[in-house]
């Protein structure tokens, strides 16, 4: 009961708040299914059902009539303080204080009924909305899977309705899809319960069946088993292939842009992730990466004019190099002392390259222009749909580096530098050599991913290297999961893709962002997709008989 | 003859002389213990050994090589290799990597031969998994190598501890507390095993242990240290009689002590 209260009460302030910054009046110009639930009240919903469900989760003891009772008046409350709000509202003007507590707000909060009748179906959605998560909770695993799936896609083919309706239209027999999914603003109702109904039935499938699939493919001789994999391997390798000649130019934008990311990510993860030295100062090597190639190649500057590829080995050099030069003088640090004085090595960087002293050679506030797009054979990577390649295998080199490394000798080292210093050096780990190691590797990537970024702008400012780029990519790897690989393809796509796709609610971007950490923090503090334990010892052949036999006769325990 | 004597040694901290004026010798492939109330700088000595601290004066020497100075990476490749008195795993490392960490300083892959899998970086990394994998065997772990160390139980993370300094090949093995925690049943085992070692590797052990039981019962030769200085040095017998060891821990008013040395 005290749990539901206190449950019921915090989901309330949220919701409230939500609506008080305007987010839930932003959120219902689009319909999630046409004319039947708005973005904004999908939110609210959310917000209810997932309190619903904590405090159904909360409940001492499992009789089912108290968790119904809990969530339900968790889900009370939190219509309760909603109906609160819209009550107070109508009786004094908020809006001094509060800009967005807009009539349209109440009468979107009242469902356009007035006060009094509002008030009430604001209380029964709450109650209704709780004791449906509560009945969630008591279901049983396989169903709430299985809905789960099938609603968040509902609600997600909603939110990007707009990039999916013009990609679809580019494909002539994909366009009859548009008609029988969306509406002009929303999903249709038949569409919806196709949809529903589909992707229940799929992901019913694959949780009954999945395991068995599995475990099938596993027991298969390792020689097919190795084919079906090189299959999946290269059917995933085509799609990459084709996926910008498919999505177009808008959404082959964004995919460049966490492509950059995804590189950036890697290199810091090596750094941060697997050696465990918090790095802030990331984005000097990506600037570095960027003027060296903008002096290389630019003619404006009228150095020097060699091409790209005539470039790039120099700029993973210069990444190196001032890896090593940034690492040295740190070595001895740890932790946050580290984090502060590489904060300072990337202002450094940025405010040298803006100075006046340096204008003749770096270009000072205006920059370098002219920067010629790479080219291969006659093919120039000049558009996103171009430059995605050149991402693309930056990425895929990066990724297998990246992965060699990590199962290798210097990998190991890394890690017992994270775990204890102390303990890695009187294992034999030299630090010096191993950190000034990681600084390199990680700043030779970030400078790849530099380069890449001015061929495809065609110019570099210092403004594009402020700090947030840094703390961009710590975030992206603490979302994705430290030390991960896929975790940082994840995060950039959920912190860097995403963003990018719902461009037109960019007012709420760092307020959900800083949401979001918080809430990683709390409920998956080891990420998105956190580093999978290498197994190592059974991994290889079957163990080969060892000679020595065991003279301990312990007990384990 | 000496595998590691130090002349002198000593460490102070601040005001207080944690190690002072020690002299030490180590035979080759002999037991030794120190032994010696809280506080006697028992640790610190170690720390000096293994090179994470620099004593302010004196000499360590090691099979003629002088340690003084040297970092704790170039000492274990000497050939000293330690465990902690509070298991210090990498944590978040499973059991065969934690070893494999132990087997780096013998590992010579370098960046450009791991990025391109030369054909000699493929084989050094099998010999070092088989290798890893016999040390697990030899300590009884067999099976749990893909365990996290963090979620291994407690005799199996001191063993485990064991297994990873025996990775980098030492001659000298310094040992703090390894029986701390444990059962009087544990505890034979561990004898049993630390006698094993010195027997059929021969490698010398150098010990920091309180278990009166575990010092005397396979230690050829007893350090005593109070306060930094060597009050007594000798067999397990000659030390048990000894009125300076006696008064060293009686001195502190603890009649336990006193019967534990007596055991």
Redesign the interface.
Known sequence: MRQALKVGLIGGIVAVLLSLIGMVEAFSQRDIIARVISMGHTLLVIVALFMGYLAAKRTPGKGSLRVLANSFISGLIVGGLVSLLVIVGSLINLRKVFVNAMPVLYELLTFKQGTQIGVFLLLGAGALSGALAGLFFLSPKLLRRVLLISLGSIVSVGVLQDLLRPTFALWGPLAIINEWLFTANGLTIRGAIGLFIMITAASLFWSTKGETIQTGFRNLPTAPQRILKITGILALVFILLILPQVLGLFLSEVFTIVGLYVLLGLGLNIVVGYAGLLDLGYVAFFAIGSYTIAILTSPELGFFSLTFWEALPFVIVMGVISGVLLGTPVLKMRGDYLAIATLGFGEIIRILVLSDFLRPWLGGAQGIGKIPKASILGYEFAGPQQIYYLILAGCLLVIF?SL??R????G??W??VR??E??????????VATKL?AFA?GAGFSALSGAIFASKLGSVYPHSFNVMISINIVCVIIVGGMGSIPGVIVGAIALVGLPELLREFAEYRLFVYGAALVAMMLLRPEGLWPEA??????H?EK??Q???E???????? | MALLFTKKVTKRFGGLVAVGNLDIGIREKSIHSIIGPNGAGKTTFFNCI???YRPEEGEILFNDHSLVGL???RI??LGIS?T?QNI?L????????NV???L??H?N?G?FG??L?TPA?RNE??E???EA??L?????L?????F?AKNL????QR?LEIA?ALA?RPKLLLLDEPTAGMNP??TQ??M??IQ?LRD?LGITILLIEHQMRVVMGISETVTVLDYGKKIAEGTPAEIQKDPKVVEAYLGRGSATEESRIVN
Do not use: C
């Open positions: 580096i060699r490394l199962d290798s000798r210097l190991r080292a890690m017992a775990e204890d102390d303990v890695a050096q009187a294992m034999g780990i030299n630090l190691l590797t334990v290498h197994r190592r010892e059974f290889e163990e080969n060892a000679e020595s065991s003279p301990l006769k312990l007990k384990s325990g | 293994t090179g994470f970092l704790p990476d274990v490749r330690r902690y210090r990498f944590p978040n490392l499973t059991a065969m990597e494999l960490v132990g780096h300083g590992l892959a960046f791991i990025v899998g970086t990394e099998k070092a998994a088989e994998r016999r697990l065997k030899f300590v009884n067999a099976g749990k190598g893909d996290l139980p407690y005799g199996d063993r990873r980098s049943r544990e085992d561990m049993d095993f094993h059929e």
